[in-house]
């Protein structure tokens, strides 16, 4: 129980560290500083703060710029009560006047929460009255008092919002701003006050289903009469919070009289735990004081008349005597319930409910008097107390309902075991055992029946209708594997009834329950004259034994008793002629036994003489299939030795032709790198050409020359790879050497599209004849850039080139067509392109071999936006190590996969 407490008292602890989604904000001036703060549909913000504080004056806003009185800066949410002017705490009636300003983000809608100002208030936002609450005045005689909570939206031009709040207060003992104002855009305060309410109307519905349910239960069952007092305690809970929090009762009925409502609010609160008290006596009338019934049955009747003919401003100060009455009522409660806990059990329940209700009052008593900044939790700690209280009711009706179909279970079993023991003759103890076991619904019954002053198992019934008549002796020291035994000593020797179950006492330490998994033992002593002359001893072990089950068991022991005396006469009867039979049989039996050695034996001597016989001949078809794989072996032999010197032969002459072939291939890969213009003059600060062939040499070339001012670089794919690629490298290289040369000579000018149409008309001339249509050709991309004016021109075969400026890619699209033969009627002349290069920029020339390689793990491509990533990523490192990551990652990507085309990246900064 203890323990029980300390986890509710953490809970509400927690609860009452809990608030709604604000976030408070002080300032040392009366101005709240909200220009920092995110304003969406999910977060408001509470304008606690310092105000100004005009004391016992209504001034506008107008008013409030002209006025030469110096206001007092407050922290406010709180009472007034709890200022000081002039060393004097103020009284808790009066006016005043509440002004500060509120810095906001922009200028835009807005909306504001105003919770039960009390007791009547009107706000400025502004200059523009926004909304008012009652009716403001100085005096008594024009004051309505109204706290009902108000959301209003509205719209300002400039960040800065001026709030003004009058309140006017003259009879209620709480005054002024006592909760938080909260601001934030409509969305958020709406999405607030939606969610507030929902909480009152979901635990308002669910009491008021709850007061139906028990009222319909006295209504059928008059004589228990805590179900009217429970009724009407959750009917004056229901009433108490409709006129609390978000004042439910009044947004629906909006002309209620305030004064009517605070009287029905405080009248409720003091019949509440009177009438808990009431259904508590009814749970625990036993244990329960009348003295203390008939005194607070006469307080709260003496308050409810206080309440209603004394004025508000008198009785409102009669909060601390309920406080101590709902305090008190529910320690006593608690006492008397946990006293009568050992009565009953399921009080335990009442316990904990009675537990959530003192918590939650303690948690309201705390926020009413701003000691913690929580929320009103009484109505949830009631919604659990009732909850747990219809949890008990099912339980009493789940429990009644079991007796009663435990009931007609136990006559439905014993019909059908009367019936079974009527067909079976009386004399035959195992028939009447088996119907036991099989009407009843045990696995096994087992009869201990006296001799001689020693104890034997003499009958033994199972389930799958095993019968046997035995005769063991029980030895009551064998604990470890008869442990049942011990109850049947108790009832040998105390004439004990024993019904024992592992469901509710498990023992762990015994071999015999562990081993066979034992549900349920009991054992019956059968009486004469007080002398027990047998035990029947019950076991399940497939499932436990039904109340119904047990309660026939019980009552079966006059039954079992006639069983045994008739069986006991018939077994003499044939005790004579059993014991004659038994010997004849025994002589048969042996006589059987040597006839049937005899027999078995001459059988197994035929079985092993056919068996010799049998692997003879499988051994001797064995030897002869051996002789023959001999044979065949030293054939094989001669031929493998034969074989082996050509193969050795054939492998001396490929090693040579292969490593003439190597050598004239690394040759011709020396060649071409040579023709590979890379040691040229560059007009860049740093560069770099990446190049992987997929055989020892490459399909791919990288051209460049500085002629003049015009620095002209050239990358190209040759159609294939391997040899067949870099003889049209190595073509492609003389080629471009001539028609550059020719076409500055004639025009210092000359646009990369021209290269590309003479390289085309020249390729197109030299690998093609009349009687055979060229595949081959070059994809290629060619710049010229001026070392003066800093511009690239650009024309492209299928190859674009990649700027990277402030990690941005531009793309220099290439025409769809090769430097070879191209589809007739749709080749035309390359075009080109111009651009202003900056300094930073980094250019980027490559073929088709990166990009379309597959990898390892993905088994797909590494695709143009794939290497496009691996650019951007990688910018941050110089073109040296450029280089490196590129080859590293084209590695790793490629894993065991083979490379499937030749690789070539160049790579310029400016």
Same mark, same amino acid.
């Given at each position: 129980?203890?323990?029980?407490?300390?986890?509710? =008292?953490? #809970? #509400?602890?927690?609860?009452?560290?809990?608030?709604?989604?604000?976030?408070?904000?002080?300032?040392?001036?009366?101005?709240?500083?909200?220009?920092?703060?995110?304003?969406?549909?999910?977060?408001?913000?509470? +304008?606690?703060?310092?105000?100004?504080?005009?004391?016992?004056?209504?001034?506008?806003?107008?008013?409030? !710029?002209?006025?030469?009185?110096?206001?007092?800066?407050?922290?406010?949410?709180?009472?007034?009560?709890?200022?000081?002017?002039?060393?004097?705490?103020?009284?808790?009636?009066?006016?005043?006047?509440?002004?500060?300003? &509120?810095?906001?983000?922009?200028?835009?809608?807005?909306?504001?929460?105003?919770?039960?100002?009390?007791?009547?208030?009107?706000?400025?936002?502004?200059?523009?009255?926004?909304?008012?609450?009652?009716?403001?005045?100085?005096?008594?005689?024009?004051?309505?008092?109204?706290?009902?909570?108000?959301?209003?939206?509205?719209?300002?031009?400039? $960040?800065?919002?001026?709030?003004?709040?009058?309140?006017?207060?003259?009879?209620?003992?709480?005054?002024?701003?006592?909760?938080?104002?909260?601001?934030?855009?409509?969305?958020?305060?709406?999405?607030?006050?939606?969610?507030?309410?929902?909480?009152?109307?979901?635990?308002?519905?669910?009491?008021?289903?709850?007061?139906?349910?028990?009222?319909?239960?006295?209504?059928?069952?008059?004589?228990?009469?805590? $179900?009217?007092?429970?009724?009407?305690?959750?009917?004056?809970?229901?009433?108490?919070?409709?006129?609390?929090?978000?004042?439910?009762?009044?947004?629906?009925?909006?002309?209620?009289?305030?004064?009517?409502?605070?009287?029905?609010?405080?009248?409720?609160?003091?019949?509440?735990?009177?009438?808990?008290?009431?259904? &508590?006596?009814?749970?625990?009338?036993?244990?329960?004081?009348?003295?203390? !019934?008939?005194?607070?049955?006469?307080?709260?009747?003496?308050?409810?008349?206080?309440?209603?003919?004394?004025?508000?401003?008198?009785?409102?100060?009669?909060?601390?005597?309920?406080?101590?009455?709902?305090?008190?009522?529910?320690?006593?409660?608690?006492?008397?319930?946990?006293?009568?806990?050992?009565?009953?059990?399921?009080?335990?329940?009442?316990?904990?409910?009675?537990?959530?209700?003192?918590?939650?009052?303690?948690?309201?008593?705390?926020?009413?008097? $701003?000691?913690?900044?929580?929320?009103?939790?009484?109505?949830?700690?009631?919604?659990?107390?009732?909850?747990?209280?219809?949890?008990?009711?099912?339980?009493?009706?789940?429990?009644?309902?079991?007796?009663?179909?435990?009931?007609?279970?136990?006559?439905?079993?014993?019909?059908?075991?009367?019936?079974?023991?009527?067909?079976?003759?009386?004399?035959?103890?195992?028939?009447?055992?088996?119907?036991?076991?099989?009407?009843?619904?045990?696995?096994?019954?087992?009869?201990?029946?006296?001799?001689?002053?020693?104890?034997?198992?003499?009958?033994?019934?199972?389930?799958?209708?095993?019968?046997?008549?035995?005769?063991?002796?029980?030895?009551?020291?064998?604990?470890?594997? +008869? =442990?049942?035994? /011990?109850?049947?000593?108790?009832?040998?020797?105390?004439?004990?009834?024993?019904?024992?179950?592992?469901?509710?006492?498990?023992?762990?330490?015994?071999?015999?329950?562990?081993?066979?998994?034992?549900?349920?033992?009991?054992?019956?002593?059968?009486?004469? !004259?007080?002398?027990?002359?047998?035990?029947?001893?019950?076991?399940?072990?497939?499932?436990?034994?039904?109340?119904?089950?047990?309660?026939?068991?019980?009552?079966?022991?006059?039954?079992?008793?006639?069983?045994? $005396?008739?069986?006991?006469?018939?077994?003499?009867?044939?005790?004579?002629?059993?014991?004659?039979?038994?010997?004849?049989?025994?002589?048969?039996?042996?006589?059987?036994?040597?006839?049937?050695?005899? /027999?078995?034996?001459?059988?197994?001597?035929?079985?092993?003489?056919?068996?010799?016989?049998?692997?003879?001949?499988?051994?001797?078809?064995?030897?002869?299939?051996?002789?023959?794989?001999?044979?065949?072996?030293?054939?094989?032999?001669?031929?493998?030795?034969?074989?082996?010197?050509?193969?050795?032969?054939?492998?001396?002459?490929?090693?040579?032709?292969?490593?003439?072939?190597?050598?004239?291939?690394?040759?011709?890969?020396?060649?071409?790198?040579?023709?590979?213009?890379?040691?040229?003059?560059?007009?860049?600060?740093?560069?770099?050409?990446?190049?992987?062939?997929?055989?020892?040499?490459?399909?791919?070339?990288?051209?460049?020359?500085?002629?003049?001012?015009?620095?002209?670089?050239?990358?190209?794919?040759?159609?294939?790879?391997?040899?067949?690629?870099?003889?049209?490298?190595?073509?492609?290289?003389?080629?471009?050497?001539? &028609?550059?040369?020719?076409?500055?000579?004639?025009?210092?000018?000359?646009?990369?599209?021209?290269?590309?149409?003479?390289?085309?008309?020249?390729?197109?001339?030299?690998?093609?004849?009349?009687?055979?249509?060229?595949?081959?050709?070059?994809?290629?991309?060619?710049?010229?850039?001026?070392?003066?004016?800093?511009?690239?021109?650009?024309?492209?075969?299928?190859?674009?080139?990649?700027?990277?400026?402030?990690?941005?890619?531009?793309?220099?699209?290439?025409?769809?067509?090769?430097?070879?033969?191209?589809?007739?009627?749709?080749?035309?002349?390359?075009?080109?392109?111009?651009?202003?290069?900056?300094?930073?920029?980094?250019?980027?020339?490559?073929?088709?071999?990166?990009?379309?390689?597959?990898?390892?793990?993905?088994?797909?491509?590494?695709?143009?936006?794939?290497? !496009?990533?691996?650019? #951007?990523?990688?910018?941050?490192?110089?073109?040296?190590?450029?280089?490196?990551?590129?080859?590293?990652?084209?590695?790793?990507?490629?894993?065991?996969?083979?490379?499937?085309?030749?690789?070539?990246?160049?790579? =310029?900064?400016?």
């Amino acid at each position: 129980m203890k323990k029980t407490y300390y986890i509710f =008292f953490i #809970i #509400i602890i927690f609860l009452s560290s809990c608030n709604l989604k604000t976030n408070k904000i002080s300032s040392d001036v009366s101005k709240i500083d909200l220009s920092e703060k995110v304003f969406d549909k999910y977060n408001v913000y509470s +304008l606690a703060g310092r105000w100004n504080f005009y004391w016992d004056t209504l001034l506008e806003p107008s008013e409030l !710029k002209n006025v030469n009185i110096n206001p007092k800066v407050v922290y406010t949410p709180a009472s007034w009560a709890e200022y000081e002017i002039d060393n004097k705490n103020l009284p808790a009636t009066g006016i005043a006047t509440y002004n500060t300003q &509120i810095i906001l983000p922009e200028k835009g809608f807005y909306a504001m929460k105003f919770k039960r100002i009390f007791l009547s208030y009107k706000v400025w936002i502004n200059d523009s009255i926004a909304l008012e609450v009652g009716k403001v005045s100085s005096v008594k005689k024009g004051f309505i008092p109204n706290d009902l909570t108000k959301e209003h939206i509205f719209y300002t031009d400039t $960040n800065i919002v001026d709030l003004t709040i009058q309140v006017s207060n003259h009879f209620y003992r709480k005054s002024g701003i006592t909760n938080n104002v909260v601001i934030g855009t409509p969305e958020s305060i709406e999405k607030l006050a939606y969610s507030n309410l929902l909480y009152e109307v979901f635990i308002i519905g669910a009491l008021v289903f709850m007061m139906i349910f028990y009222f319909i239960l006295y209504f059928y069952n008059k004589q228990v009469k805590s $179900n009217l007092f429970f009724s009407l305690f959750l009917f004056f809970e229901i009433l108490t919070l409709g006129f609390d929090g978000e004042l439910f009762f009044v947004r629906i009925f909006p002309q209620i009289n305030w004064i009517i409502a605070s009287k029905a609010w405080n009248i409720s609160s003091f019949l509440r735990p009177l009438f808990l008290l009431l259904f &508590i006596e009814g749970l625990t009338k036993d244990y329960f004081s009348q003295i203390i !019934k008939k005194v607070s049955v006469y307080f709260v009747a003496i308050m409810a008349l206080f309440i209603a003919f004394t004025p508000v401003k008198i009785y409102t100060h009669t909060l601390l005597l309920f406080i101590i009455f709902a305090l008190g009522s529910l320690i006593y409660e608690i006492f008397v319930t946990a006293k009568s806990i050992k009565q009953n059990k399921n009080i335990i329940f009442a316990i904990l409910g009675l537990s959530f209700i003192f918590l939650s009052t303690i948690n309201d008593t705390l926020y009413d008097y $701003n000691i913690i900044k929580s929320f009103y939790s009484v109505g949830l700690g009631i919604f659990l107390f009732a909850l747990l209280q219809a949890f008990l009711l099912s339980v009493k009706n789940a429990e009644l309902f079991e007796k009663a179909e435990n009931l007609t279970s136990s006559v439905e079993i014993q019909n059908r075991l009367k019936e079974a023991l009527l067909s079976t003759p009386s004399y035959d103890i195992d028939s009447s055992l088996l119907a036991f076991v099989e009407n009843v619904g045990v696995e096994k019954i087992m009869v201990f029946s006296i001799e001689n002053e020693k104890i034997f198992i003499s009958n033994y019934v199972k389930k799958d209708q095993t019968k046997q008549k035995v005769k063991i002796p029980v030895e009551f020291d064998q604990k470890n594997e +008869l =442990f049942y035994t /011990d109850f049947v000593k108790k009832a040998f020797l105390n004439h004990e009834i024993t019904v024992f179950s592992t469901k509710k006492k498990k023992d762990t330490t015994n071999d015999y329950f562990a081993k066979n998994n034992i549900k349920n033992i009991i054992v019956l002593p059968l009486l004469e !004259k007080e002398n027990v002359i047998a035990v029947i001893y019950i076991e399940n072990k497939i499932s436990y034994l039904t109340n119904s089950q047990l309660a026939v068991i019980k009552s079966t022991s006059s039954q079992f008793y006639n069983i045994i $005396n008739t069986a006991v006469a018939y077994i003499r009867l044939k005790a004579v002629n059993e014991y004659l039979e038994k010997e004849v049989n025994i002589r048969t039996a042996e006589v059987e036994k040597q006839k049937h050695d005899i /027999d078995h034996k001459n059988q197994e001597l035929d079985e092993k003489i056919q068996l010799l016989e049998e692997q003879y001949i499988i051994q001797q078809e064995i030897n002869s299939e051996l002789e023959t794989q001999n044979l065949e072996l030293e054939t094989q032999n001669e031929q493998i030795s034969e074989q082996n010197e050509e193969i050795i032969q054939q492998k001396e002459q490929l090693e040579k032709h292969n490593k003439l072939i190597s050598e004239n291939i690394e040759y011709a890969s020396t060649i071409l790198k040579g023709l590979n213009q890379t040691e040229v003059e560059i007009p860049f600060s740093s560069s770099f050409y990446l190049s992987l062939p997929r055989d020892i040499v490459s399909g791919d070339f990288f051209w460049s020359k500085l002629i003049g001012n015009k620095f002209v670089f050239i990358l190209g794919d040759s159609t294939g790879h391997g040899v067949p690629g870099a003889l049209l490298s190595i073509l492609g290289i003389r080629l471009l050497n001539k &028609i550059i040369a020719d076409l500055f000579e004639k025009d210092s000018d000359t646009l990369p599209s021209a290269i590309l149409d003479n390289l085309r008309d020249t390729v197109k001339k030299q690998l093609s004849d009349e009687n055979s249509e060229m595949k081959d050709g070059y994809d290629m991309s060619c710049c010229i850039y001026d070392t003066k004016s800093m511009e690239l021109l650009y024309s492209g075969a299928y190859n674009p080139v990649f700027i990277i400026r402030d990690n941005n890619i531009i793309q220099l699209k290439p025409d769809r067509m090769p430097i070879g033969i191209y589809i007739t009627g749709f080749e035309k002349p390359f075009s080109h392109q111009k651009i202003q290069i900056l300094q930073k920029d980094r250019i980027y020339l490559f073929t088709d071999g990166f990009i379309d390689q597959f990898g390892e793990k993905t088994g797909e491509k590494i695709y143009m936006t794939n290497f !496009k990533k691996i650019l #951007i990523e990688m910018q941050n490192q110089n073109l040296s190590d450029q280089k490196k990551l590129l080859e590293n990652f084209f590695a790793g990507w490629k894993g065991k996969k083979p490379q499937i085309d030749d690789v070539s990246v160049v790579g =310029f900064e400016v």
